[in-house]
Each structure stands twice: as C-alpha cells, then as structure tokens.
C-alpha cells in the first residue's frame, strides 16, 4: 500500500517524478510509475492503487484537464475526503474542482526545500500524519513505569482526522461529522492495556480496591500477562492515578490509535483478518496475552481488540456536531456531563466493525464486564 496516489497526463511525466521523488524522500512511498504487472490490467492496477492510497494527488495541467481518467481519479480521492489537487501549469481546474484550492507548484523545479513544495509537504501531513521515519526519529524510546512495571510510549503532539473515514460504509452517525483535531502536547500511553500482574501490584498498596472476579478464561487471575478486565471506569481511573497518570481523552485514544495514519478504517489499513487483532472467532475464546499481535506505527499494543477501553470522555452521540469544521479542535475533552462513559478498540467478544479506529462504544461507569479493559495516560515521566 502507497501513502500517495499521483494522477497525471502522460506529457507530464518528468514533473509527476520529481515530486514523486521529493516527498518519497521525505518519508512517503508514492504510486506514480503505470507499469503493470503481468496478468493485469492497467485499470485494475489504478483501482487497487487508488482504494489503498490515503492520499490522492492530482497535476493538473493545459493536458490533464482534458484527460478523463485524470479527472476520473480526482473524483475518487474527492469522495474519499483525500484529494490535493496541485497545478504545474497556470490553468483553471475543470468544472467540480475550481473551489477545492489547489497547491501552486507552477514555478517548482524540483528542490525539496522551495516554500512552495515545503508547504504543499504541510498540507499533507496534516491529512495523513507525518511520515512514519519523522515520526519515529522523533520519539523517545518507551519508558517503564516503576509504579505499575509497564512501558508507556511517547505520542508526539499533532493533528490528525477524527471521525468516519472516508469510504467506510460501516461508520455510524455518531462517528460523524469527520473534523479536525489538534493535540497540543504530547504524552506517554500505556504500550499495552493494564495487565492482570499490574492490576494485582495496585491492589497490593491500595487495600481499599480489590481484584474484580475472575472470568471464566482466566481462573484465578492465572493469565498475568492477559488484560485485566471487570474493572469499572472509577476503578480504572484510580489505577491510573495511582500509577502517575489518567484515562485518555477519546480523541488522545483515537490519534493514538491511528498512529499518524489518517484515512484508514483499522490501524494496520482497511481489511482486517485473524492475523491482525483478537475479536469474535479467534482462537483464544477470551482475552488473549498483551504484544500477541503487531503493533501499530506508534509501538501500541492491542488497540484493536483483546478488550474495550474506557476513556475519559462522558458519550453524546451527538457531540462531534458541537466542534468546529473550519479549524481544528484543540485538545478536546468530550461533553460536562453524561450517564454513560466512553469505549474504544473492541474486544475479543466484538465483530470486526467494532475494531474500526472511528467506532465509539459507551457503558455505564460502574459496570465492570468480562470485555471491558483500559490503559493510561502518563504526561510527565520521572
């Protein structure tokens, strides 16, 4: 899977490479090249390339405008929410594209460091995050806690999309409208959920907590490296505060989750199988050992499936429409007040539209069910 999609007329080639290969160096790997493997077709090469693609570019040019499939592409990344359209030549974008603004590569020769390749270079990472080498160069190693005996990642501050992906016909109303959101400081989370062996450490010094009753999956609390669950959401946030930290806000859990990779339905891309998560038909039949399957770009552990998540947040469905479209939201902290808190990530007892990092669940906070975990948020590590 590319992170850039580049449509182009074929007289236009020499400029689709240099930008390809100024925002391949960078960090991006770019589909620009139409050479077709044996037994396929060249539409079928462009349809899969385009559905995999989190971002859709499109030169338009005195040729390209002229072009269908140039404009038959853009029209695919414009309904996916994903398209940058950039002129190489000064001409007006055909009818349909003339209020989307473009980015004005006309006078672009090729240097990585021009202002104007700098800025179309912005543009993009506010739509699909910052390139995976950036991202990682720039956070520290995990760090162990001494209080709980787990690691918690660095998230580097950023904006991201939260909300319905674009395409996804599984969304519901609640996840949208999809909207901007800025997280203004970063902090460390939890690689993992809390784990059954950190849980029973909290109850050790705190004789006034309990552990939960065990499930049936996990006789007597045997399966230490499991995931604690039966835990309410005061119970949760008292672990946290015990530990140096807090919940997560439902949009820090969700920029998390999505680990610089906007416009994806899961965090590993948009198809999900038994070899990415552990949701409902996996071998496990209950929660299964934390770091059982990959992680996500950001080094997460099982945000997708094994147990719900509390978040901080109270639950509206109806509380995305209150944030702004024109700006991104700062920091946002969910509605005053509610009867119901926040879920996230599924969980082995889920279908697989559950694991979708958009999708919002809710329970009532002194419920404290058999697929219903948590992990937390330090902001200061000692």
């Given amino acids: ?43 079928q090469v462009i349809q899969e390339q385009l559905d995999k ?72 990472e506010v739509l699909i995050g910052v390139p995976m080498k950036v991202g990682q160069a720039a956070m520290p190693s995990p760090h162990a806690n001494p209080k709980d005996g787990l690691s918690y990642a660095w998230i580097a501050p950023g904006e991201f999309w939260m909300g319905a992906t674009p395409g996804d016909t599984e969304a519901r109303a609640d996840e949208k409208p ?16 809390v784990t059954v062996a950190a849980y029973k450490r909290f109850v050790s010094e705190r004789p006034d907590f309990k552990m939960p009753p065990p499930p049936d999956f996990n006789p007597k609390w045997s399966k230490e490296d499991h995931p604690v669950v039966r835990v309410t959401w005061d119970e949760a946030q008292a672990y946290c505060e015990w530990a140096g930290g807090r919940l997560p806000t439902e949009a820090e859990w969700e920029y998390a989750v999505r680990g610089g990779k906007d416009g994806l339905k899961y965090p590993w891309g948009n198809d999900i199988t038994q070899e990415n998560a552990n949701y409902r038909g996996s071998k496990w ?33 109806n509380y995305y429409g209150t944030l702004p479209l024109d700006k991104p939201a700062d920091d946002p902290r969910g509605p005053q007040s509610g009867k119901v808190r926040v879920l996230r990530g599924g969980s082995f007892y889920g279908v697989t539209r ?29």
């Fill in 53 to 124: 693609a989190r971002c859709v570019i499109v030169l338009w040019s005195a040729t390209s405008i002229t072009r269908k499939w140039v404009i038959e592409e853009a029209s695919e990344g414009e309904e996916r929410g994903v398209l940058v359209p950039v002129l190489i030549e000064k001409v007006r974008p055909p009818l349909g594209f003339r209020s989307i603004q473009a980015a004005d590569l006309t006078g672009w020769s090729g240097e990585s460091t021009a202002p104007t390749f700098l800025r179309l270079r912005a543009d993009i």
């Fill in 178 to 193: 999809r909207h901007r959101v800025r997280i203004t400081k970063g902090f460390w989370l939890g690689e993992t959920p």
């Fill in 354 to 382: 559950d694991l979708r990092a958009a999708f919002r669940s809710r329970c009532a906070p002194d419920s404290g069910y058999v697929f219903i975990g948590f992990r937390c948020v330090r902001e200061v590590v000692p």
């Fill in 1 to 43: 899977m590319s992170d850039i999609f580049i449509s182009y007329a074929r007289v236009d080639r020499p400029r689709a490479e240099a930008l390809a290969r100024a925002l391949e160096d960078h960090g991006w790997s770019v589909w620009w090249d139409w050479r077709i493997p044996a037994g396929k077709t060249f539409r």
């Fill in 285 to 317: 039949k209950g929660t299964s050992p934390v770091r059982s399957y990959p992680a996500n770009a950001w080094g997460l552990y099982d945000m997708a499936g094994n147990v719900w998540e509390w978040a901080a947040d109270w639950y509206d469905e």
